[in-house]
């Protein structure tokens, strides 16, 4: 193992805990710190980075910086594996830059595109899974221009039941294109929607998350990513969280 490598016990505690290097060699002289269940009282003492390590009863792990990033997932692109036309996956593109263990932030299916929150940071995923956090979600279903008005009819009314779909507002937008539908919702049901539309024989042609919780895709090409900003975190971490558990 060359210098540079090798990571000391006093290092090892400093990097992990809010103590300075000088505190952490006291804490070890004074026989505070365990490897592997042995008191070990030199701060010198050489680490492989597979050991157990407790300082007064606790386990030290080591600090992780946490990332945040917003990517614009294309239709039909994998989140950790190659598609079948092998088209990189997304962690494989954010892996380009960081290598960091990401999840998403409620993830949508594969089939669905648009804006994903990715981050290291557990805690933030672990808060977002609970089915009733209350988080702005803007998505936009663009139908085929020769949609009916009677399947029209028939997706608002799957859209607006309140055993499915938490929606809170649909508006309709025409072109020369399509019929897009912006969907407004506070739930995390949408998933939902393209099984419903699969199942009811309804033609679309994409379904793409754009806003969520005080963030946009905007500016960024599909396919692709940029780091949140730090009023993007701040919205993320403090202002959406899931509502009390009402008591029976």
């Given amino acids: 193992m060359e210098e540079s490598e090798i990571v000391r016990l006093s290092k090892k505690l400093a990097n992990a805990s809010a103590l300075s290097r000088r505190e952490a060699t006291e804490v070890i ?5 365990s490897v592997n269940g042995e008191i070990i009282k030199d701060p010198a003492f050489v ?13 030290i792990k080591e600090k992780v910086h946490h990332e945040y990033f917003v990517f614009n ?13 092998n088209r990189p996956s997304v962690i494989e593109i954010v892996q380009k830059t960081s290598s960091g263990n990401f999840l998403s932030v409620h993830p949508v299916s594969d089939e669905m595109c648009g804006l994903l929150i990715l981050t290291n940071d557990a805690d933030i995923v672990t808060k ?26 028939k997706i608002k009314n799957y859209l607006f039941d ?4 938490k929606c809170k507002h649909v508006n309709v937008v025409r072109s020369d294109e399509n019929i897009t539908l912006i969907v407004e ?7 939902l929607v393209l099984p419903y539309l699969h199942a009811e ?18 500016d960024i090409s599909r396919g692709w990513f940029r780091p949140m900003t ?15 558990t009402k008591k029976i």
Avoid: W
């Avoid at 730090?230 to 009390?244: A, D, G, R, T, V």
């Fill in 128 to 153: 977002f899974e609970k089915k009733e956090s209350v988080v702005k979600q803007l998505y936009e279903l663009v139908l085929p221009k020769e949609t009916s008005d009677t399947d029209l009819e």
């Fill in 73 to 85: 997932k294309a239709k039909n692109m994998c989140f950790d594996k190659k598609s079948e036309k």
């Fill in 29 to 33: 002289k004074k026989g505070e710190v």
């Fill in 185 to 191: 919702m506070y739930g995390f049901d949408m998933d």
């Fill in 230 to 244: 730090k009023q993007e975190i701040i919205l993320l971490k403090h202002f959406y969280n899931p509502p009390p």
């Fill in 47 to 59: 680490l492989s980075g597979t050991e157990d390590i407790l300082y007064k009863g606790q386990l």
């Fill in 162 to 165: 309140e055993k499915t779909i």
């Fill in 201 to 218: 024989k309804l033609e679309y042609v994409k379904l793409d998350r754009v806003y969520f919780g005080g963030t946009t895709k905007k």
